[in-house]
């Protein structure tokens, strides 16, 4: 679908998700994550970049895991995480749009619980290459975490949370031969409504990840 046409639906309050491609699993346990190898942190962020050029091969479940941990695993026993958030509220669920369905990571398992048995891809962006890239990430923060921070402030602190999961996203994408863009521009309704938010909850980012398409 072009970008004009869900520009149309958007305003229609009509942008919908299309049937999951399979079964969809209502859990899917990754492979414990691989903490090493890709290259060197200098190496990595001199290369990051933003793609828009993707092909649909799916990542692989190891490849995912690694990704995953990377962006906001536990790296600490005292649980915590490989990006920082303001007085540890750990506000940020981070959702995937595959294929086969929607699923929200849980670090502390290491697993994907599915709350959409749909292809969300296609409502996760404007831009058409979100409809066939294998992979989007969905940052949602959910306040009720934030207790301990003002009300006022609880948007740009979770905001500043998100965006340090995707360089961490960016970085390994740079360091493990993947493509990756940010997106802003987003239809936030039509997402918390397609993967079942409550009002405490909001969406702040989206984050197309997988292959070059000149490189497959």
């Known amino acids: 679908m072009n970008t004009f046409t869900k520009l149309v639906l958007g305003m229609m309050g009509r942008l919908r998700a299309k049937p999951a491609k399979g079964d969809a699993a209502t859990s899917i346990l990754l492979p414990p994550p691989e903490k090493h190898g890709g290259l060197p942190l200098m190496e990595a962020l001199a290369i990051r970049h933003s793609s828009r050029d993707?092909?649909?091969d799916p990542l692989s479940m190891q490849l995912l895991s690694n990704l995953l941990w990377s962006a906001y695993g536990i790296n600490r026993t005292d649980g915590g995480r490989t990006a920082p958030s303001a007085l540890n509220?750990?506000?940020i669920d981070v959702f995937l749009a595959l294929p086969s369905g929607a699923y929200r990571y849980d670090a502390a398992v290491n697993e994907l619980h599915l709350v959409a048995a749909s292809d969300l891809r296609r409502i996760t962006g404007y831009q058409d290459f979100v409809d066939e890239a294998p992979l989007d990430l969905v940052y949602v923060a959910d306040y009720t975490r934030m207790n301990l921070v003002p009300v006022g402030q609880r948007e740009s602190y979770a905001a500043?949370?998100?965006?340090a999961i995707t360089q961490?996203?960016?970085l390994f994408a740079a360091s493990n031969?993947?493509?990756t863009v940010?997106?802003?521009w987003i239809d936030r309704v039509a997402i918390a409504d397609a993967l079942g938010l409550t009002h405490d909850q909001q969406v702040l980012l989206s984050?197309?990840?997988?292959y070059t398409r000149t490189m497959t």
């Open 168 to 170: 961490n996203v960016y």
């Open 207 to 210: 984050q197309t990840v997988g």
């Open 54 to 56: 993707f092909a649909p």
């Open 89 to 91: 509220a750990q506000e």
């Open 177 to 179: 031969g993947l493509a």
């Open 160 to 163: 500043v949370a998100a965006g």
């Open 182 to 184: 940010i997106r802003a």
